[in-house]
């Protein structure tokens, strides 16, 4: 996903939080020997909603000099982000202080504004259709409702709004591989509760529960 000797300044990697983040990680180790966790050079963040006053305290952060080494790595995962936060980042994603390296996490590259999108190297991780996760789906759907409610518990608490996106999209795939088109309600559905997650705080809660009580 990631090369070493042609390593770009910025990239918006559209995936799975965790899944993106564990190759982000190797790849940091393997390419540079740097470990995120401890790190004084790796800044990891996440964000439901990413403000201006976050993209203020990125463009301070990202004009320091490195403690150790010659690199800055900024890791950010993110459900959303503003207007104004994205506008106040386009010189900093197209003119960096020198070995300073982005790596922005996402469930999707439409949050985009063209301006800032043309700045960033944009990548879509197999973590969003990967064929375990698609079994993970397909496993979900064969659950009776009191199950799925046990296990959509672990996102509820964890608050992962992005796993929450590719999980509902990656359902309605299945659901529209399969051809059921008895499920097209559901569908639609899924499609209608998929949006709610855009908003700025989204219940997690219900859009997943109701979510585990369709007729799937």
Do not use: C
Not at 75 to 88: D, H
Not at 97 to 115: E, Q
Not at 120 to 134: D, E, P, R
């Amino acid at each position: 996903m990631f090369s070493k000797e042609s390593l770009h300044h910025a990239y918006f990697i559209e995936g799975h939080k965790q899944s993106v983040l564990a190759e982000i990680e190797n790849f940091l180790h393997s390419a540079f020997n740097i470990t995120r966790q401890g790190h004084p050079d790796v800044h990891y963040s996440q964000h439901q909603s990413f403000g201006i006053d976050d993209g203020r305290e990125l463009q301070n952060m990202q004009s320091m000099k490195p403690v150790l080494g010659d690199k800055k790595i900024f890791i950010i995962a993110l459900a959303s982000i503003t207007s104004e936060a994205q506008n106040s980042l386009l010189k900093v994603f197209e003119e960096p202080t020198a070995g300073t390296h982005f790596f922005i996490i996402s469930s999707s590259a439409r949050i985009l504004l063209p301006t800032l999108r043309s700045r960033l190297v944009i990548i879509y991780h197999t973590s969003a259709v990967n064929i375990s996760f698609k079994n993970e789906v397909a496993q979900f759907v064969a659950m009776s409702p009191r199950d799925r409610l046990i296990d959509v518990a672990k996102m509820i608490e964890e608050k992962d709004k992005t796993g929450a996106e590719v999980f509902l999209n990656a359902l309605v795939a299945l659901l529209h591989e399969n051809k059921l088109k008895e499920k097209t309600d559901v569908i639609k559905e899924i499609l209608s509760l998929s949006k709610y997650l855009k908003n700025r705080s989204p219940s997690l809660k219900l859009i997943l529960e109701r979510v585990a009580l369709l007729d799937l």
